[in-house]
């Protein structure tokens, strides 16, 4: 490639990187903004502490319940071997097809007073309603519960990978030094693991505090049903800016976290066995209790979960199932697709920019377009909207003086802004999955390429794509996924009349018409299997025995 044509390369990287980064760059502008009408003042005296104190336990809870799940989980399918075990070690990663907020309206419906579970247990036992105590799932504790059973797979996957990659040598090695099962774990194996543990952690609790849907459902007061009260019920933006900064702050503090918590540890594994041995094999009680505890989270974050929606779809759907089904369909899958095309298409951009510089300039910008995913929804909605209302202003008033007429909203009126708003939350992911799928094409292949006389632009096009053509698909197909789940910044940006799967289950949940929102519930989470599916099969292809 010409030296001018990848300059333009570089400068077109740049302005994207500069346009992810925007939303993030005009929340933290409003930090120290006046003019907040004293909504600001009013919040931080009254509902701030409670913020702070609800969304710190949140994260106290999912840390602790995630590593508990994740790490046993991991360790019983890795490195034993029981009846189950190998439909266990692929099925374990299906709770992340339900998002939390779908549960949260399922357990409630399952789990209230005239629901299934309490209503059995009154005609059976003849109790009434003084005679008995049921905890109330609409609760921190409830969402804790919630949260951990989602987003407990993120550090199963990662630990069981760090188990299978590092732990067998060093375990064999622990033996021979006559350390026992549960020594050698504790000794060996879990810290080999630790990096994989928090970064399993560190994600989970991302995605918790990016939650919307569970938290106000619940009734929780958390930063982020703060940000929405701040924006819709007191339509103070500066205010929403600043606890959408604050928000940000926890997800800074927690990557400084899993940064900074290695130290100057090294986690290599010297013994140059990394082919997995077989797990030691588990009989009677102890079998029984492998299968238990696998079980266990499987089937209250997937099996049940999906079986109640079911039972609810068939026997109280949605009563609009037919023609408004379908157009909130169409819109989830336009606004999915859109976004996917466009996000595999700029991770390409981006991932092939860092691949022919050979200096850290693109690769830095590769790694700033890689934090928008650590962003929550609303604090991205927040940022989106605030510089992008200018621009609707600042063209309206262009437009009515050159035209005499006020157009209106060109971009926050449409779907325009929402997308982009996807992209700056999303393109992380595809750009992940593009770059580390490059990387496996060796720069042998470039050199021949040219040595036929093909410049990089046909090399690209006739030798990379052609290998990436499947990285591509999981890389839209994962951001396909994620903007169908997404609701925090679908419900604030989203045009008028125009609602989505997702929005409308949160709607008819909130509603309390739980039955009704089965039906768009259940689409979301057939269509979060799609990813899972692909990922089990590579699960299940690295079988240890």
Not at 64 to 88: C, E, K, N, S, Y
Not at 284 to 289: H, R
Request: charged share 10%; with cysteine.
């Amino acid at each position: 490639m010409k030296p001018s044509s990848f300059n333009t390369l570089l400068i077109v990287s740049a302005a994207l990187a500069a346009l992810i980064g925007l939303p993030v760059a005009s929340v933290l502008t409003n930090i120290f903004s006046g003019g907040t009408g004293g909504t600001w003042q009013h919040l931080a005296s009254t509902v701030l502490p409670e913020y702070l104190g609800a969304t710190l336990w949140l994260c106290l809870g999912v840390g602790l319940g995630v590593i508990v799940l994740g790490v046993a989980t991991a360790w019983l399918t890795t490195m034993h071997d029981f009846p189950g075990r190998r439909i266990f070690e692929w099925a374990l990663v299906l709770p992340l097809a339900v998002p939390a907020y779908v549960l949260a309206y399922v357990y409630t419906d399952f789990l209230q007073f005239v629901g299934p579970l309490q209503s059995g247990l009154r005609e059976t036992f003849g109790w009434s309603r003084a005679d008995y105590w049921f905890p109330d799932v609409r609760s921190l504790g409830g969402a804790v519960t919630m949260f951990v059973f989602v987003f407990y797979p993120y550090v199963y996957l990662l630990v069981r990978t760090a188990f299978i990659e590092r732990a067998s040598g060093m375990q064999e090695a622990a033996r021979t030094l006559g350390l026992g099962p549960w020594r050698s774990f504790f000794r060996v194996s879990l810290p080999l693991a630790r990096p994989a543990v928090v970064a399993g952690a560190t994600l989970a609790l991302m995605e918790t505090l990016a939650d919307y849907g569970t938290v106000s459902y619940f009734g929780v007061q958390t930063f982020t049903t703060g940000i929405y009260r701040a924006w819709f019920s007191l339509g103070d933006r500066v205010a929403a800016a600043q606890l959408a900064a604050s928000l940000l702050g926890f997800v800074v503090a927690l990557l400084l976290i899993e940064q900074f918590s290695r130290g100057r540890a090294r986690f290599n594994n010297t013994t140059g066995r990394n082919r997995p041995q077989a797990g030691r094999r588990l009989k009677g009680g102890y079998a029984a209790s492998a299968f238990a505890l696998c079980a266990i989270p499987l089937s209250i974050g997937f099996l049940l979960p999906a079986g109640l929606l079911l039972r609810l779809a068939l026997t109280g759907g949605d009563a609009q199932f037919g023609d408004h089904f379908l157009v909130l369909a169409r819109n989830s899958f336009v606004l999915a697709g859109l976004t996917a095309g466009l996000a595999v298409a700029l991770a390409l951009l981006l991932a092939y920019a860092a691949r022919l510089s050979k200096g850290p300039l693109a690769r830095s910008l590769n790694r700033l377009v890689g934090l928008g995913y650590a962003v929550p929804g609303s604090v991205i909605a927040v940022g989106v909207l605030i510089p992008v209302a200018w621009l609707d202003n600042w063209l309206a008033g262009q437009w009515e003086a050159c035209f005499g007429s006020n157009p209106g909203l060109l971009l926050t009126g449409g779907i325009a802004a929402l997308i982009y708003a996807y992209l700056v939350r999303f393109l992380a992911v595809a750009l992940q999955s593009v770059s580390s799928s490059l990387l496996k094409v060796t720069p042998n292949m470039d050199e021949a390429a040219r040595s036929l006389g093909a410049n990089q632009g046909q090399t690209l096009r006739r030798v990379h794509l052609p290998i990436l053509r499947g990285s591509l698909f999981t890389a839209g197909l994962l951001v396909f996924v994620d903007v169908m789940k997404e609701l925090p910044a679908t419900l604030v940006m989203r045009p008028f009349n125009f609602d989505t799967l997702a929005t409308q289950a949160y709607t008819l949940a909130s509603d309390e018409r739980l039955a009704e929102a089965s039906t768009a519930s259940l689409a979301i989470v057939a269509v979060g299997l799609l990813p899972l599916v692909v990922l089990s099969r590579q699960i299940a292809q690295r079988r240890q025995v």
